[in-house]
Every structure is written in structure tokens, then in C-alpha cells.
């Protein structure tokens, strides 16, 4: 099983969101590969398309490995278990953590034109895929302390045992294709060039133009 592109992915993850009774939906795409998944989903769903911003704290030397997340505001979390395996501590990472904060602010910055309205809606954060979970995990923990009506994590593809743990960080989970052979979000996808911050904005133009 392989999408075409993260497009591809977002209109396959859009058929398994559609039978949902849906609350003033707003589809916040992890930025950057999960903007272009929310926007074939917020279409579909007649939603709002948003950004989320989390920036995935990597362990040292493997950068691409997760051990933590920070958003714009609140609290890094971390992988307890990852951390107590690789002998660090909060404090070890937390000049990392202060360096990603300030790129998700910018980030926020340069995506949005003003604030968002969480309250009361129905709230589904997209990504392209789900690996170890903690940069979904840290937008779900920020956009529940802005109280939707419902949260929900929707991704096209993911690590089965990331699927279940994200439960309770969410009041639904949505994975067509959970994987116990995951490994990496690249190898599900023919094309999956790097997302640049013109495409999310260009998306974002898109759908508040309509």
C-alpha cells in the first residue's frame, strides 16, 4: 500500500472521515507535511483548513528519532520510557527545546493572518503519517486547552501501537492503514518530496479564499 502523493493520502483519509456527523469542522494540518493531507480533507468535510505547529525534539545524534515535541506555547512532553533508556534527562534537552519553540513560533507567524476559533467545534488534526506520535501527541495536549467540542487525530497511515496510544490524547483516532511494519512515514508514499512553507501557505490562501 503506497499513496501517490500526501493529496492522494488526504482523499483516502477524506473517505474515512465522511460518515462523521461533523461540528463546524476545523482541519489543522501538522506543518508542514500534514497541511496538504488536511486540505483534500477539509474540503471534503466542507471544514475550515488551519495549521498546527509542533516541533519534534530528536535524540541526540538521531535527530529524526523522537523523544519529545514542543508547541508555540505550554510545556515540552517527552517519552518517558525513551529518556530513561538513553540516560537524559528534561534539563539535558532543554536548550534543544527552547530552539524549537522559537522556529514553531515562527513558524505560526508566517503561516497565519489571525486566530483561529478552537471552542466549540469539532477540531481533526491531520498528519501525513504517525511514527513515534510525540509531535501529534504535543498539538493534540495544545488544542485541547482551547476547548473543541470534539478532538480528533486523522492520519492516512501509522504505527499501529502509536494508533492506540494516541486514544488518550484524542476523544477519536482515525487510520485507514495502521501498520505494525511502519518504520518510516516515506516508504508509504511514491512521492513524498519535502512540504516548503510557500505550499503551506499557498494551501491556506486556497481554501480561505473559498
Known sequence: MRFADRY?????????????????????????????????????LHGELGVAVARKIGAPGHPEFGIGAVT??????????ALLTLGLTRADLAERCETERR??????????????????????????????GVTARAALREARGHDPRRLV??????????????????????????????RAVGRFYRHFDQTTDDEVIKLLHQHRDH
Open 153 to 182: 487525530l486523522a492520519v492516512p497511515v501509522g504505527a499501529a501501537e502509536s494508533v492506540r496510544a494516541l486514544t488518550a490524547d484524542a476523544d477519536l483516532v482515525v487510520c485507514p492503514h495502521p501498520r505494525t511494519d511502519f
Open 103 to 132: 522556529e514553531a513560533r515562527r513558524r505560526l507567524e508566517l503561516y497565519r493572518n489571525g486566530p483561529v476559533l478552537l471552542a466549540g467545534r469539532d477540531v481533526l488534526v491531520v498528519d501525513d503519517g504517525l511514527a513515534t
Open 8 to 44: 492522494d493520502a488526504g482523499r483516502v483519509l477524506a473517505r474515512a472521515l465522511v460518515g462523521e456527523s461533523w461540528t463546524a469542522p476545523l482541519v489543522l494540518g501538522l506543518a508542514r507535511g500534514g497541511v496538504p493531507v488536511a486540505s483534500e480533507v477539509a474540503s471534503a
Open 72 to 81: 508555540a506555547e505550554g510545556d515540552p512532553i517527552f517519552d518517558e520510557e
